[in-house]
């Protein structure tokens, strides 16, 4: 069964460029799409973007233009960069597997980023 | 972006209660909507796609129903571990939107 967890700094300072990469266990990323949610603290969740293992990716577009997603098929992991942190990018960082339809199907238990100097 | 309305937003019911969680879009997205269980700390559980197709290894207690606009999940005699948040998810059209969630408590 396929599991996944991310990792990263929990605290990133404004301006700054947040890293945070998924690692994938108990299956293959080759042949499938890997996406990124966040949800700030008491506020609902918000999809990032998704990265299909042969290159494609698709951002939203309230992101797009801070935000990359990249994937290491020798490290089975997964990569989220997200430039120019403000506070307002404070929140929990899910990764997740998705199918070709968009359905999130496995996800990680997330990690906590806090914006602030 | 297509809004997912949840309703309601939290709810108190007894072991063994039968609970209705709904799911309104702002648009049709066909039959596009999966539902999830979430608690703290913990990775958000796959309970339903496609509206009302059961995921492999969840408990037939849980059913979903619904196309175009709106949708229900339904929980059939709720036990102890199912106390929980559960929100829903659009896949019909980019970007990816979610229900703002229910969270079940105990009455």
């Known amino acids: 069964q396929v599991q996944l967890q991310e990792s990263g700094p929990g605290l990133v300072k404004p301006s700054e460029t947040l890293s945070l990469t998924c690692t994938v266990s108990?299956?293959?990323?080759?042949?499938?799409?890997w996406s990124w949610i966040r949800q700030p603290p008491g506020k609902g969740l918000e999809w990032i973007g998704y990265f299909y293992y042969r290159g494609t990716t698709t951002y939203n577009p309230s992101l797009k233009s801070r935000v990359t997603i990249s994937v290491d098929t020798s490290k089975n992991q997964f990569s989220l960069n997200l430039s120019s942190m403000t506070a307002a990018d404070t929140a929990v960082y899910y990764c997740?597997?998705?199918?070709?339809?968009?359905?999130?199907?496995?996800w990680g238990q997330g990690t906590l980023v806090t914006v602030s100097s | 972006d297509i809004q997912m309305t949840q309703s309601p937003s939290s709810l108190s019911a007894s072991v063994g209660d039968r609970v209705t969680i709904t799911c309104r879009a702002s648009?049709?997205?066909?039959?596009?909507l999966a539902w999830f269980q979430q608690k703290p700390g913990k990775a958000p559980k796959s309970l339903i796609y496609?509206?009302?197709s059961l995921q492999s290894g969840v408990p037939s207690k849980f059913s979903g129903s619904g196309s175009g606009t709106d949708f229900t999940l339904t929980i059939s005699g709720l036990q102890p571990e199912d106390f929980a948040t559960y929100f829903c998810?659009?896949?019909?059209?980019?970007?990816?939107?979610f229900g703002g969630g229910t969270k079940v408590e105990i009455k």
């Open positions: 496609l509206a009302s």
């Open positions: 108990g299956g293959s990323i080759s042949g499938y799409y």
């Open positions: 997740a597997r998705m199918d070709t339809s968009g359905w999130l199907q496995t």
């Open positions: 648009q049709g997205i066909s039959n596009y």
């Open positions: 998810q659009q896949y019909d059209t980019y970007p990816l939107t």
